[in-house]
C-alpha cells in the first residue's frame, strides 16, 4: 500500500524525507538532552545568566516593585 | 567605555532605544485596539462604516492586524530584545545608529502602512498586505536590525549564548526568509503588483508565511523574552534549562512544517494537509514543554502572584500560551476543522494567543521595565492589578463569545434536515444569530482597551516621578568572545559531518528511483548506527561539541537557519513543481495526445477580460476577503449551498489566490450567474436592500468612481509575464473589450432605469462577480455594446 501510493508520485518521497530527518535530529536533541550529557553544573552557570550584576546610576530609586497607590 | 584598570571596563547600556521603542509600543497598542474596536462595532453594526470607503470594514481589518502584530507586539519585541540583548551579553549595542536607523525605519514602515491600507493599496494577502515598495523598507530595517544584533553578538563579553537569544536568532533569520520569499511579486505601478505566484502555489506560500509569522513573529521572540524577564521578575533561574533546549529546537523544527492547516479541505493536496496536521499535533509537545517551563520557574515564588501585578500579568500570559497551542492543534485536526474552518472560532483561537499571550506579555515587561528604566517604583499598584483583572474579564469575554459564536456557526452551516438537504439554506440567518456574540466581543474588546487607558496614565506617572536611568556592567577587558574563532573546525567536526551526511542522504533518497532508494536507505541506517557508536565512545567530545555550538553564534545561526528550510523546502518544493507541470492553458490536442488531461482542461481557469481583472483587483482592495471565501470544501453542506466544490485548476491564474479565511458573508467561488446585474448593483450599493440582516458596508462609490482602462492592459502584460496566457490581441485589444463587455452591463442597468458609467467601479465589481465560479463572458462588440444581448452576461452557459 505504502510502496503503491509513493510510486504513484516520486515527489511523495520528500514528506518522508523530512520527516525522517526531523526524527533523527529531534531524538538525537533530546536525547543529548535527557540522557544527561550535558554538564549540569554549567548548564546551571548559563542558567543565571539573567542575573549578572549592574550599576545603576543618576537615578532616584531603584526600579522595581511599585507604590500601594 | 572606559577602562578602569588592567582587567575590568565599564560597559554602558544603551537603553535610550529601549525606552524609544517602549514609548511607541504603548502609542501604537492604543491605535491597533482602538481600530480592533472599531471594526468590532461595525461587524456589530454597520452603521460604523460610516459610509466611508476608508473607514470600510475590508481595509481597516487589514489595518487592525498590521497593527496589532507587527506595531504593536513588534515594536515590544524590539524593546524588549535590545533591553535583554545587551545584558546578557554584557555588552551596548555595537552601534547607537543602526538602532536608531531600526527604529526610526519601523516607525516610518508603520505610518505608511497606517495610510496605505485605508487608502486601499494592499497585496491582498492576509498580514503579507504591505505594498511593495513598504516591503522593500521592511526587508532593509530588518537586515539593519540583524547587522546590530549580529555584530553585538561578534563583540559580546559573556561567552555563553543564553536561551533568550537563541529565540531571537531564529526570529531574526526565519521571518527574513518567509518575509522575500512570501513578498515576490511583480510591479505594476508604485501602489500595486502582483504576486509571482499563483493559486495553490500562492496558497501554500502564503500560509508557510502566515503561519510562520505566529510562530517566529509572535512565538519565539515572545518566548526568549519569557525566558529573561519572566526570570528577572521571578527573581530565580528558570525551572529546566535543559526542557529550554528541547523546547527551542523541536519548536523551530516543527512549526515550520505546519502551515497547510490553513488549507485543510482546499485544493491543496492532500499530503500537503495531511503533513501539516501531523506536524501541528506534534507542536503540542514542544509548546506545553515551554509553558511548563515558565509556570514551573515560579516555584518557590508562587507567593508574589498575590501581590506582584507583574507575574500576574506573565503567569496569565503563559497560560494564554499553553492554552491557546492546545486549541491551534486540535484545530487543525481535519475533523475538527472541519467545523472550525471560516468560522468565528478561529477568531477566538488568534485573540487567546494576541490579547492573552502576546498583549499580557508585553504587558508585564512594561511594568517591570518603565520603573527601571526611568530609575523609580511604579506609580500606582493598584492601577496595574486594576488594568490586569479588566484585560482578564475582557479577552475572556472576547474569546468565549467568539467560541460559542464560531460553533453554532459551525453547525448551523452544516446542519441538514431529515431529507438530506440543508436544514438552514438562508446564510444570513446564521450571522443574524451571531449578533449577540458579536456585541459580546465589542464589550470585551473594549474592557480591554480601556486596561490599557490605565495602562498609559500609570505608566506616564511612573516615568515623570523618575528620570532616565544609566545602567553600566563591570566585565573583564580580556574575556571578550572572538566568535569566528574554532567556527572551521566546528564545522567540520565529526557530529557535524554526520549531520550534513543525514540531511544529504535523505536528499538523495527523496530524488532517487526505486532501485537506489533501498541502498540509500540502508546507507542513512549506517550513518545512523556510526553516530550512536561515535556518541558511545566520545561522549564528551560530543558534550564539548555542543557547548562549542551554544558559543558560536554563526554556528549556532546557521545550524537554526536548517532546522527552518527543511520543513519549509520539504512542503514548497514539491508543490511548487507539481503545480509547475499542469499547464496553465489545455488545448484541444493536448487532451487528444493525453486523454488524462481532460478532467483537469474542464476545470481549468481561462485569464480574465479586463474588465474582470479590474474588478478582481477592486475586489482586493477592498479587502473583501476578510469576510468571503472563494473556496468550496468537498462537503455536502457545502456543495449544496454553494455549488460544486472546487477544483485545484479553477484558480491557478489568481495572483494573488482568494480562498479566504472566514466567512462572515457567503463563499463566492461560484456567485456567477446566481443574482442578476440588478441585484449587485443593489447589493453594493446598500447590502440592507437584498439582505436585510447583512453587516456588510455600503459600497456606493463603486458609482461614482471610475477606472482607467488603459491601466489594466499593463496589468494584463504582467499577468502574461506570469504565466497567465494573454494573447497579443487580447492585448491590444483589451481597452476595447473592457469598455464593450462593460457596456452590456450598463445597458442592463439601464433598462431597469439605473445610470452608471461604463468605466465605473460598479460596473467593474459586478464583471467580476459574474464572472466568479464561470467561464469566459461575453464581451460585446469592440465599439458596439449592443451586438450582443445585455442579458447574455447573466445566463451564458460556463465553457470550461
Not at chain 2, 500595486?192 to 508557510?208: E, K
Not at chain 2, 496536521?277 to 517551563?293: E, K, R, V
Not at chain 2, 499598584?381 to 456557526?409: C, D, P, R
Not at chain 2, 460544486?644 to 494573488?656: A, G, K, N, Q, T
Request: charged fraction near 15%; include cysteine; glycine fraction near 8%.
Amino acid at each position: 500500500m505504502f510502496r503503491e501510493i509513493v510510486g504513484k508520485g516520486d515527489l511523495l518521497n520528500w514528506p518522508v524525507v523530512g520527516l525522517l530527518i526531523f526524527m533523527m535530529i529531534f531524538a538525537g536533541v533530546v536525547a543529548f538532552m535527557l540522557l544527561g550529557l550535558r554538564d549540569k553544573r554549567k548548564l546551571d552557570e548559563i542558567a543565571a545568566l539573567p542575573f549578572a550584576p549592574e550599576t545603576v546610576e543618576d537615578n532616584h530609586t531603584e526600579g522595581g516593585a511599585g507604590n500601594e497607590r | 567605555m572606559s577602562v578602569t584598570n588592567t582587567q575590568m571596563k565599564t560597559v554602558i547600556y544603551d537603553d535610550n532605544i529601549v525606552r524609544a521603542f517602549s514609548i511607541v509600543t504603548i502609542v501604537w497598542g492604543v491605535i491597533a485596539f482602538l481600530v480592533g474596536v472599531l471594526i468590532a462595532s461595525q461587524l456589530s453594526f454597520w452603521q460604523a462604516n460610516f459610509g466611508l470607503e476608508w473607514l470600510s470594514y475590508g481595509r481597516l481589518r487589514q489595518l487592525h492586524t498590521n497593527a496589532a502584530i507587527f506595531a504593536f507586539v513588534g515594536n515590544g519585541m524590539f524593546a524588549g530584545i535590545y533591553y535583554s540583548t545587551q545584558r546578557l551579553l554584557k555588552t551596548r549595542m555595537a552601534s547607537d545608529l543602526l538602532s536608531k536607523i531600526n527604529f526610526w525605519g519601523y516607525q516610518l514602515i508603520i505610518l505608511a502602512a497606517a495610510i496605505s491600507f485605508p487608502m486601499g493599496w494592499t497585496q491582498g494577502k492576509e498580514y503579507a498586505e504591505l505594498i511593495w515598495p513598504i516591503d522593500l523598507l521592511v526587508v532593509v530595517v530588518w537586515v539593519i536590525f540583524a547587522v546590530n544584533f549580529f555584530w553585538t553578538l561578534a563583540r559580546r563579553n559573556e561567552r555563553n549564548l543564553y536561551v533568550a537569544l537563541w529565540f531571537y536568532i531564529a526570529t531574526i533569520v526565519t521571518i527574513a526568509v518567509l518575509y522575500v520569499v512570501n513578498n515576490l511579486s511583480l510591479p505594476t505601478s508604485l501602489v500595486h503588483s502582483y504576486p509571482i505566484f499563483g493559486g495553490v502555489q500562492d496558497a501554500i506560500v502564503q500560509w508557510w508565511y502566515g503561519h510562520n509569522a505566529v510562530a517566529f513573529f509572535l512565538t519565539t521572540p515572545p518566548l526568549g523574552l519569557m525566558y529573561y524577564f519572566l526570570v528577572k521578575a521571578a527573581d530565580r533561574p528558570v525551572y529546566s534549562y535543559r526542557l529550554s533546549i528541547v523546547h527551542f529546537w523541536s519548536l523551530i523544527f516543527l512549526y515550520i512544517w505546519a502551515g497547510p492547516h490553513h488549507l485543510l479541505y482546499t485544493s491543496l493536496p492532500n499530503w500537503a494537509q495531511t503533513l501539516g496536521m501531523i506536524f501541528s499535533i506534534m507542536l503540542w509537545a514542544p509548546s506545553w514543554g515551554g509553558m511548563l517551563n515558565g509556570l514551573l520557574t515560579l516555584r518557590g515564588a508562587w507567593d508574589k502572584l498575590r501581590t506582584d501585578p507583574v507575574i500576574k500579568f506573565f503567569v496569565v500570559a503563559v497560560t494564554f500560551y499553553g492554552m491557546a497551542t492546545f486549541e491551534g492543534p486540535l484545530l487543525a485536526i481535519k475533523s475538527v476543522n472541519a467545523l472550525g474552518h471560516y468560522t468565528d472560532w478561529i477568531i477566538g483561537h488568534v485573540h487567546s494567543g494576541t490579547l492573552g499571550w502576546n498583549s499580557f506579555m508585553t504587558f508585564g515587561i512594561l511594568y517591570w521595565l518603565i520603573p527601571r528604566l526611568y530609575g523609580t517604583k511604579l506609580y500606582s499598584l493598584k492601577m496595574a492589578n486594576a488594568h490586569f483583572w479588566i484585560g482578564t474579564v475582557g479577552i475572556l469575554l472576547y474569546v468565549t463569545s467568539m467560541w460559542i459564536g464560531g460553533v453554532s456557526q459551525g453547525l448551523f452551516w452544516r446542519a441538514l434536515g431529515p431529507d438530506g438537504f440543508l436544514k438552514y439554506p438562508d446564510f444570513i440567518e446564521g450571522l443574524s444569530n451571531s449578533r449577540a456574540m458579536y456585541q459580546t466581543r465589542l464589550a470585551g474588546g473594549s474592557l480591554f482597551l480601556l486596561g490599557i487607558v490605565l495602562m498609559i496614565f500609570n505608566l506616564i506617572r511612573t516615568a515623570r516621578q523618575g528620570k532616565p536611568a544609566t545602567v553600566s556592567v563591570e566585565v573583564p577587558v580580556a574575556n571578550r568572545n572572538r566568535d569566528g574563532e574554532g567556527a572551521l573546525a566546528l564545522l567540520t567536526s565529526a557530529p557535524m559531518m554526520f549531520m550534513v551526511a543525514i540531511v544529504v542522504l535523505g536528499i538523495i533518497f527523496g530524488c532517487a528511483g526505486p532501485v537506489i532508494s533501498p541502498l540509500v536507505l540502508a546507507l542513512f541506517i549506517v550513518v545512523v548506527v556510526a553516530v550512536i557508536i561515535s556518541y558511545g565512545l566520545h561522549k564528551k567530545r560530543w558534550a564539548h561539541w555542543y557547548g562549542l555550538v551554544e558559543r558560536h553564534a554563526l554556528v549556532f545561526t546557521i545550524m537554526s537557519l536548517l532546522a527552518i528550510l527543511i520543513g519549509g523546502a520539504v512542503e514548497i518544493v514539491p508543490t511548487l513543481v507539481a503545480s509547475n507541470r499542469i499547464p496553465l492553458e489545455i488545448t484541444d490536442e493536448m487532451v487528444a495526445e493525453n486523454p488524462a488531461m481532460a478532467e483537469s482542461a474542464r476545470w481549468m481557469q481561462k485569464p480574465y477580460s479586463p474588465l474582470e481583472l479590474a474588478g478582481r483587483d477592486l475586489y482586493i482592495t477592498e479587502g473583501c476577503y476578510s469576510c468571503h471565501s472563494q473556496m468550496i470544501r468537498p462537503f455536502r453542506h457545502e456543495v449544496l449551498r454553494y455549488g460544486d466544490y472546487s477544483r485545484l485548476e479553477e484558480s491557478l491564474l489568481d495572483h494573488p489566490f482568494q480562498w479566504g479565511s472566514k466567512r462572515t458573508g457567503l463563499d463566492l467561488a461560484r456567485v456567477g450567474g446566481k443574482y442578476d446585474n440588478l441585484w449587485h448593483y443593489l447589493h453594493f450599493m446598500d447590502p440592507r436592500s437584498t439582505s436585510p440582516a447583512s453587516n456588510m458596508p455600503a459600497y456606493s462609490h463603486f458609482k461614482t468612481k471610475t477606472l482607467d482602462p488603459a491601466v489594466y492592459t499593463g496589468r494584463m502584460r504582467a499577468l502574461g509575464k506570469l504565466g497567465t496566457p494573454y494573447s497579443d490581441e487580447d492585448f491590444a485589444l483589451a481597452e476595447q473589450r473592457f469598455l464593450s463587455q462593460g457596456k452590456l452591463i450598463v445597458d442592463y442597468l439601464a433598462g431597469n432605469d439605473v445610470n452608471v458609467e461604463t468605466n465605473s467601479q460598479m460596473v467593474a465589481m459586478i464583471a467580476y462577480m459574474q464572472r466568479l465560479g464561470r467561464g469566459p463572458q461575453p464581451l460585446g462588440a469592440p465599439g458596439d455594446g449592443s451586438a450582443l444581448d445585455a442579458g447574455a452576461a447573466n445566463t451564458a452557459t460556463a465553457s470550461r
